[in-house]
């Protein structure tokens, strides 16, 4: 197969199902930008990557999962039901995950803060948790089991046709809903007083000490913003792929990459990184040699490694301390 | 008394919540045929899982174990401050015992010896097989990733690809690639040991030169990226490296001499002594740079990379020159599982050897070369042991598990390592507000 010929097949796949590709893009690239607010909300406070960040989506992913099935047993939901069943899932996924991001911040982070350690050591009790949470859950859970959340639409539902393709309701009620989950980020980060207080301590700490702003407090709160941001898409992305113990790497990578792209410590240029690494990925999929679904990943990847090499301020320019 | 004063029972109820997750953490793994099933009844109380610790008796034993260890530490509460010294005197000992340079040279000769009559003592080939792959090659590997993340302070968390390609090197050499080997004529295997160091080496500045200039956690994550789309490339190209399957065999190397012929076969002795060889020669090597100019501009880069750099010292030649110099050992463990196991798989170089690899160099000590042979054996010896006899209901995965706590635990009690750099021990007590660190003895070099 010619170089020439493989670029020209990817294209007219692409021309063939494009809406497609455009609503899994879309689809994946809200649960990214959820993701990837956590890890630039942590960066802009802390100064470092919170390499748990995934895990603590998988956690909440579970919560959800575990909830629906308990609650679904063999039925099939539908109308509000569904929308409940959502709203309940992803509930429950923010506060497990929200939990989490807690624990993993008094446990990892807080003892090392306090003893004002090098950076290293965080780094290493960052990826000794995620290690830790990941395994547990594979104990517990099963390893590269994809466990789902039961008929919380009826299968294969269609919401609308739209250019001849039918358009998921799984896909339309993960963007509406991270949309929704975004923008009440977004005000609270900018403007709320809680928000004032995350936007003070990622600008200057010790002068926002010195103002008032309890710094503990702000770092618990920024915790539990990305921490329940991550559970509430834990939850959507398993409506369609299932949640399974290792999820939390490749996603966390991904929506890490989202956060990178859009210059970390910047909210915003967060979710819009997101939404552009679900639909990278998701044109990619066609230009896969051998139509080996790895390639995807080797792409995404090269951005990430790309960017970071060529420009690690990110598109928009990192803002940690400005916008936060 | 002061029992049941509010801030001793909140430190019984914090040693309640450690043995919960330690309760968790040997329980009964959940059901991993059949993932919970549907219902309130098949998933939140099923037996096995996770919410089933309170499914048996076994939560009762945790709960008196609580309480016990509550009152012997309220006990000796009142001395806590003689006793953490006592614990400091005690990890120190190894230290203090070996500072005459006399003391280290006899200790170093009976290391040695004890090396070079282990396999008298091993009869079984299964374990002297093990004792190969899974201390001598991962002491290789340790000892290489020290270089990088012990003396110049970066953190890789992509050290397996290295490996890697030390090993594919070796199976591309070999002609065991379905790919034709280099001018289509397959050289021995024991030619290829320099030209895997070599490449690894080689693909250490490569790798190196773009990503070094960056900070601390960028450069982890760049890494990791690369080491992910080495991994990704390796399965997909299966034209070229044999895809996830792996190489055909890798033929075991044969000295040839003229007078002297020796071909190392499926009995792993002659393999121990191989490594053993090369270890030392490592050991000699990473030794000398550590005291070389070359170990104290690691050190200054380490402790002040701006006021290294504006004393001359180059960083990204310096950070460039660590990652080549680690790779090197990397490699050669790479050629040595090529010989070793023969087909080579991708799952041989996944991120999680690159953590474990950080784990060992973790554990035994930052930047010392000795803690982190010693750590290697004691961790590699005591996962062997787990992986193999399975005692009290552990699973291979479970492994993981204990890593990551491990992992937090060393950095919250001890983030210089069980047999601390001198050196290191003092900076991470610097940067907490105690010691102040001298600055002629940069200068100087380390002289323990």
Redesign the interface.
Known sequence: MGFEHFWLSGFDQVHAAFWRYLEVGLQNGAVYAMIAVGYTLVYGVLGLINFAHGEVFMCGGFAGVFLTRGILGDRVATGWGSVGLVIAGMIIGGLVSAAVAIGVERVAYKPLRQRNAPKLAFLISAIGASYFLQTLAGKEFGYGVNIFPGAVFEPGKVMFTMFGTQIDTIAVVCVIAAVVMLVAADRIVRATKLGRGIRAVSQDAETASLMGVNIESTIMITFILGGALAGAAGFLYSLNSGIVQNAGTEIGIYAFTAAVLGGIGNLRGAALGGLFIGLFQSFSVPFSFEGNVQWTEIYTFLILVLVLIIRPTGILGEKSGRTA | MSLISPANLRRLFWIWVILAIVA??TGT????ST??T???H???MERV??FGLFATWRWLLFVALGVIIWLISSAYRPRARQIHHGVDAFMALPRRLTAKRSTRLILMALALILALVVPKFIHESFWMYLIVEQIGVWVLLALGLNVV?GFA?L?D?GFAAFYAIGAYVTAWFTGALPMPALFHHPIPTLWVIPLGIVAAMIFGVVLGT??LR?????L???T???A??ID??V??QSGVTGGGLGTSPVPHPVLNLGFFHFRWGLSPTPYYYLCLVFIIIFLAIFTSLEHSHVGRAWVAIREDEVAAESVGINPLKYKVMAFAVGAASGGFGGVLTGGLVGIINPGLFT?QVS?NV?VLV?FGGMGSIWGVALGTIVIQTVTSYLDNYQPWGY?I?????Y??????V???FR?AGLLPSRRRAR??AA???GEEIHTDEVLTGEQP
């Open positions: 968790v953490m793994s959940g059901n991993n993932p919970p549907t219902g309130v098949g998933s939140f899982s996770f993340v302070g953190l968390l773009p990503t960056l900070r601390g956690d960028y982890a994550i760049v990791l990226g690369f992910l789309i990704d490339f399965e997909t991120y953590v950080l973790i699973q995965n479970d492994l993981y598990m890593i990551g706590a491990l992992l937090i060393m950095m919250i983030p900076e991470f940067a907490e507000g």
